[in-house]
């Protein structure tokens, strides 16, 4: 008689939730600023675009970059010379501010005070940055300041900073405060900052969602963009075995949304919906951020027409399977789902449209999906030399020592080489022990944050996360210095 298995009896989600107490590798790991009990969650909220769709970089990035200068060249009427401006995918990071009147990209902490600042390709010296920002601090003017959130922009951060080098390097041209004026067949032109800002946004959303340029190359060529995760169908398996709900709720829309998500969740024998089984819910044209807060008119799409049509309130009713839903709001849809706000988590990249955003107007909780986080990991790691010397001269800061300006200077080459460990305009969430407005935000902000979204199959749907203890600086307890009589 052959032994009893014990295991055989056990549904295989208990199974894969209990292997998955086992210590989860730290490049998969979800790291937590609020305590919060995924027992507590019946329902998980995905966003799309750079969520469950990583999108490869550099090639991604390279494809919006080549597609907006070619805009700007043949549509807008910018120099030829632009096509020749190649994209360099150390330069860029997120989370950068464009100063719209000075061209400037800086880089800021929590209330303004100026990290790094960038003209072109030029990073600007103390002195310059004094000179142009009183106390070198600049505020989120949203008339002066556009904030390079999401993943996206990266290409628009490089676009802006190459086109103001190259213009910059032209001859017969003069430099003023505020731009430039332009020598050529025509006469003389003005063109400032603002203006060459404008252009690049408006080329940016026009190849991004009016003419669909960049989504009709993309899914031409899916395996060359877009990473296919198969840990996403894990997770989403894992939530839907362990009795919980899930939806989809992205800004992109119907056509776009179904190609990629039949290419991530499908396989060759799938029928064209069977992805949509994985979700209670499916909103697409969500256009956060005004979905958390007064929303837009709720609409039903035609899979086949594409055609959108009013919803009755009272077919809010019946069961939703199936259904693909444009626009609407938070309210609404938790209404849909049967669940309460706080058991609620929405997990999306966007640092204000998903987390901040949302946050403030209701009781979701969130999951912030960095995919730099694993990279910036790594650096820290690499660099952890780097970081000790400059905790141990900073410490010296605070000592009255004859040798205080050579240890500034000490200071700064530290941060120096730090910062451009990670890249040319260094990291997403530091310059060197400060945090960045980024960085700030999303500590403050996101519940849970990742560098992907597949790593929440890693973990059990009863995993309790708490962050480490938040200490006070007259809470830390130092060695007593005796002070001489």
């Known amino acids: 008689m052959s032994q009893r298995n014990d295991k055989d009896d056990v549904p295989e989600f208990i199974l894969e939730n209990a292997r998955s107490s086992e210590p989860v590798p730290q490049t998969d790991r979800i790291y937590a600023n609020k305590v919060l009990n995924l027992g507590n969650i019946k329902c998980f909220g995905f966003d799309m675009d750079y969520t469950l769709c990583e999108y490869i970089s550099p090639e991604y990035d390279e494809l919006a970059f080549r597609v907006a200068k070619t805009h700007l060249v043949k549509m807008v009427g910018y120099p030829e010379g632009i096509l020749n401006l190649e994209y360099n995918p150390g330069f860029p990071v997120r989370g950068l501010w464009f100063d719209k009147e000075l061209g400037n990209l800086v880089k800021v902490d929590e209330l303004g005070q100026i990290l790094v600042c960038i003209h072109g390709f030029r990073k600007l010296e103390r002195a310059e940055i004094r000179a142009k920002y009183p106390h070198e601090i600049q505020r989120n003017d949203k008339d002066r300041i556009f904030i390079m959130n999401t993943l996206f922009n990266l290409a628009e951060t490089h676009l802006l900073a190459s086109i103001i080098d190259f213009i910059d ?95 991530l969740l499908n396989d060759e024998n799938s029928d064209e919906d069977e992805w949509m089984s994985w979700f209670d819910l499916v909103i697409v044209d969500g256009q956060k951020p005004r979905f958390f807060s007064s929303g837009t008119p709720l609409l039903r799409v035609d899979k086949k027409t594409l055609e959108k049509i009013p919803v009755d309130s009272v077919a809010l009713d019946s069961n939703p399977g199936g259904l693909v839903y444009s626009g609407g709001d938070h309210t609404t849809f938790t209404n849909m789902l049967g669940v309460l706000e706080p058991e609620i988590i929405y997990c999306g990249d966007h640092l204000y449209a998903d987390v901040v955003k949302c946050r403030k107007e209701c009781d979701w909780r969130t999951l912030l999906v960095v995919p730099e986080l694993v990279y910036e990991g790594t650096v820290i790691q690499n660099e952890r030399n780097i970081l000790k010397e400059l905790h141990h001269l900073e410490s010296i800061l605070k000592e009255d020592v004859p040798e205080l300006e050579d240890v500034r200077i000490k200071v700064s080459d530290c941060i120096q080489r730090f910062d451009t460990a990670f890249s040319e305009s260094g990291s997403l969430f530091r310059s060197g022990s400060r945090l960045t407005y980024f960085g700030f935000q999303m500590l403050a902000w996101a519940d849970l944050y990742t560098g992907s979204v597949a790593n929440l199959g890693r973990y059990s749907l009863n995993q309790r996360f708490v962050p480490p203890p938040l200490v006070l600086p007259h809470e830390i307890i130092e060695p007593v210095h005796h002070i001489p009589s």
């Open 169 to 263: 390097s032209e001859e017969n041209i003069v430099h003023t405060e505020n731009g430039w004026i332009l020598s050529g067949g025509k006469g003389k032109k003005t063109l400032t900052f603002k203006a060459l800002f404008q252009d690049c946004r408006e080329t940016i959303d026009y190849v991004h969602m009016d003419s669909m340029e960049l989504k009709k190359l993309t899914v031409a060529d899916l395996p060359r963009y877009v990473k296919k995760n198969s840990c996403l169908l894990r997770m989403l398996r894992n939530i839907k075995d362990g009795g919980k709900k899930s939806f989809l709720l992205t800004n992109s829309d119907w056509w776009y949304t179904q190609i990629i998500m039949k290419y």
